[in-house]
């Protein structure tokens, strides 16, 4: 067996994916060969390593949240805090809600009718066609709003 | 997905008793595919989300782990294609600087005050990372979750020998990667 062929059967050598004969060849080479003996060792190693490092737990809560995202059930032993929303999140929530409902106030009130007056020109003329709806309305006179609503 | 009907209420019991089963395999296997916690955690859940939504065209003859991880591994080969951040590369390039097969990423991305195992673990996801997905997700199945070359090429949809080359150059690319970035982590035996 060549040094070429030694290397590019090596993974699959280490991986017991090779039959008997082919591996008794890649065994012998490496015995014989010291540079395919450290390619060897670096293969084996590379693959303990991916082995050793993947022995990650399961995340508390994870599984809960599967199932809670698949069938919708929840684990009697389900700490309440791995489901439940953070706190913040529903003080968010809740802000969002509050702004949109006075912003609706605000766009849906109707607005305010003029009061009945038969005050002087200078007030008529706010409530003329060129009167811009959108402009605060300058407010009557004290005095004449008494004199309208008077009896 | 399945409804409120008496067709989910029978397959509910059954996907629960699968989570159970294989979240634990499924989330070994992600942490090696995607390097860290967080991403894990989301290829985990969206597999598990997907399984469930076409869980009638599951064959219970088979395997529940290797229809998850073909999942899985579509999964997480779409989501590296898509991301820039997944460089991918030939390996038949060479680089202009360093005439390698592959650069290395940068020595300082591993701590120098880890313990050696933490440091060893870092240093074969960064070069997972900068492998080609399909190379990545083949040693991955290989070495995590221990499937054989034929396991894995039904769960890739394709040849053993593809298997065999995937996981070969995936290999190759990890020791020649802790070689030149980590020399001071290969034992004496198996360094230069």
Redesign the interface.
Known sequence: MTCSLFKRLVDAYVDSELDGAEAMEVWRHADHCPDCARELARARYVKVKMEEGAGHGLPDGLEDRILLATTGSVSPAAKPEVLRRPVWAWGLTAAAAAAFAIMAIALLRPTPAPPPTTASAAEDSIYSEGFDPLAIPIPAPASARTASFGP | MWGDDKESAAV?PA??EQ??RT??QA???A??LTGN?EEA?DL??ES??R??RFYHRYDPNLPFASWLFRIMTNLHIDAARRRSRFRLFSLDSQSEATGAAYEPADPADSPETRLL?QE??AS??LGLRGMNPEFRTA??L???E?L??EEIAEVMECSIGTV?SR??RA??I??EY??QSAPHL??P????
């Open positions: 509910r996907f629960e989570v159970r979240s634990r989330y070994a296997v942490r090696r916690a955690e985990v859940q598990f989300v399984a469930y195992d060893v673990d074969l996801n040693l991955v290989s070495d995590v221990g054989s070359y065999r996981i070969h290999r190759k990890l020791r802790l070689t290969i034992p035996e198996a360094g230069r």
